[in-house]
């Protein structure tokens, strides 16, 4: 058993959680400092698999822009943030790229696509040659 | 040239401005942005959050001004990029551009959607030099999430606001070490799920009551101080800590850029710094509307859509029929509410339903939103908690008001129990 301290995101209220949590079981016991049901639905999310969307940029060649935005293409468990980070910023991408695009598969072993969030155009179709 | 509707600014505002005009049936419509490309800020908060209201799913910045791009160029609406307004008189525009140099064009309506950009340093007083490594918050981002550059390996982050909460998980994302977020207020300006995701998930330590007093280094920033601040916000001798840093940013609010409403003789509100605009968002200056963060700063671009799209509505039909009498009220602001927006409404001719936003000055817990017409309570709402970072809302009714029509002013208050 262990004590956790959490602030829930429910609402704008943020109340403080003080949960106790079964290690063994990865189980929440109980909650308390809350006032309505969202703080322990929260509680029990983010103590036994939490998750988060991950965005970022990656360098583009050819591109009208430097940089393409990106983002997991769903929740991915939040203990994986850095190892994705790493892999985005081994990427180069090619211009044009449009909107859902995937730029990494499988982005760390998580079975989560990496995928574009803007359009980029290609200027070398101006002329402009690309290395 | 003369046009129907133009709209100033090819932000969230304009582009949902733009949109709606077009959908009530003006055709005749210009977008004019400064910029290279349409979508405005958005296009640089990569984060994801966007578009929960009006489009039930999230969706990060850059892809929630797609969409609107999408529809403005569906429906063929004409808009100039690399353009800048210089002037705004009744009924007329001058810009500027490389390809056409000066030009004025004739507008029976305007749509203001200029946006707001950052309160920076020169504003805040902090004693030091002037090195390089001090960036406002939103800056920063654009250098990297558009330019590619790096800004700093040591941060401290000045202000609690949504942009600097977002740096300060941005930068720690791509290797920089942020020592600590400093807030001058006992509580954030940011949203909860902020706090949460962007400095508890990566232990960054947020000070509330604190500021700079001290920035150090001559060509680059090698450190600051911070001091506690009392409740009279003033620094509390003997708190002194020093950060060492390379990098300062800024999320020290925003300002609505009004330049332009100004010239055309706009009556800006000292509260919102945006146009006083009644229940069309028009302006005190006839066929001159406003919308999104020009009119007041917003925590959600959904809201600007929203409020956007009445303006693009209410301005064709200003096209439409011309300049009728309006006989507007007052909606007043009191005790806890720092400012409404609309601030005046016409119960004759408004719609049926109208929504007023508002922000409250402090953060309060078990308080009632009420609303009074004249000195009659009309309606109450219990609030478990409010904070000036979330903009509340309140809806007026137009059969509501007919039953009062003697009415001489509305005023929306918070109460305790």
Do not use: W
């Amino acid at each position: 058993m262990s004590t956790k301290e959490l602030t829930c995101i429910g609402c704008p209220m943020g109340c403080q959680l003080t949960v106790d949590f079964d290690d063994k079981n990865n189980m929440v016991k109980s909650v308390t400092g809350n006032n309505c049901k969202i703080g322990e639905r929260y509680a029990q999310k983010e103590l036994t698999n939490p998750t988060r969307i991950v965005t970022s940029s990656i360098k583009v060649d050819g591109g009208d822009l430097a940089m393409v935005s990106v983002k997991t293409e769903s929740d991915i468990p939040k203990g994986k943030i850095f190892e994705i980070m790493k892999e985005i910023h081994e990427t180069k991408a090619i211009a044009p790229i449009k909107i859902g695009d995937v730029m990494i598969e499988n982005v760390a072993g998580t079975n989560v696509n990496i995928v574009a969030t803007r359009n980029i155009k290609n200027i070398a179709a101006k002329g402009i040659k690309t290395a | 040239m003369k046009y129907d509707i133009v709209i100033i600014g090819g932000g969230p505002a304009g582009l949902a401005a733009a949109v709606s005009s077009k959908e009530n049936k003006t055709d005749n419509i210009l977008i004019i942005e400064r910029s290279d490309s349409l979508g405005g800020i958005l296009n640089q908060c990569i984060h994801n959050g966007f578009g929960l209201h009006t489009f039930k799913e999230e969706l990060t910045g850059p892809e929630y001004a797609a969409r609107y791009i999408q529809q403005v160029q569906e429906l063929k609406i004409p808009y100039l990029l690399n353009t800048m307004v210089i002037d705004v008189k009744f009924h007329s525009i001058t810009y500027i551009n490389k390809t056409e140099g000066m030009v004025t064009i004739e507008a029976k309506a305007i749509i203001l959607a200029m946006g707001c950009r950052e309160r920076p340093r020169g504003a805040l007083n902090i004693p030091g030099y002037r090195p390089s490594g001090i960036f406002p918050a939103g800056t920063a981002q654009r250098l990297m999430n558009i330019e590619g550059h790096k800004v700093g390996k040591k941060v401290v982050i000045l202000g609690s606001g949504d942009i600097g909460l977002i740096m300060a998980r941005r930068l720690t994302l791509e290797g920089a070490k942020v020592e600590v977020v400093a807030e001058l207020m006992p509580f954030s300006g940011g949203l909860k799920r902020n706090i949460v995701q962007c400095l508890d998930d990566f232990n960054i330590p947020l000070k509330l009551s604190h500021t700079v007093i001290d920035i150090e280094g001559k060509d680059r920033v090698t450190g600051i101080v911070l001091a506690k601040v009392g409740p009279d916000r003033r620094p509390i001798a003997g708190t002194e800590v020093h950060y060492e840093c390379d990098t300062l940013l800024l999320s020290v609010g925003l300002l609505p850029e009004n330049e332009l409403s100004r010239k055309a003789d706009v009556e800006i509100s000292p509260i919102t710094n945006g146009p006083v605009v009644d229940d069309e968002l028009q302006t005190s200056t006839e066929g001159i509307f406003a919308c999104g963060n020009v009119l007041h700063v917003h925590d959600l671009v959904d809201y600007v859509s929203e409020e956007a799209a009445l303006a693009g509505k209410e301005a064709s039909e200003y096209v439409k029929r011309g300049e009728i009498k309006r006989n507007t009220i007052k909606i007043n602001a009191e005790n806890g509410v720092r400012y409404t927006v609309p601030q005046r409404v016409d119960p004759k001719s408004m719609s049926d339903l109208l929504t007023v936003r508002f922000r409250v000055a402090n953060v309060y817990t078990g308080r009632y939103i009420c609303v009074y017409f004249d000195n009659t309570l009309i309606k109450k709402t219990k609030k478990k908690v409010l904070a000036p970072g979330e903009m509340e809302k309140v809806i007026l009714k137009k059969e509501e008001l007919a039953k009062y029509p003697t009415i001489t002013s509305i005023t929306i208050k918070t109460e305790e129990e």
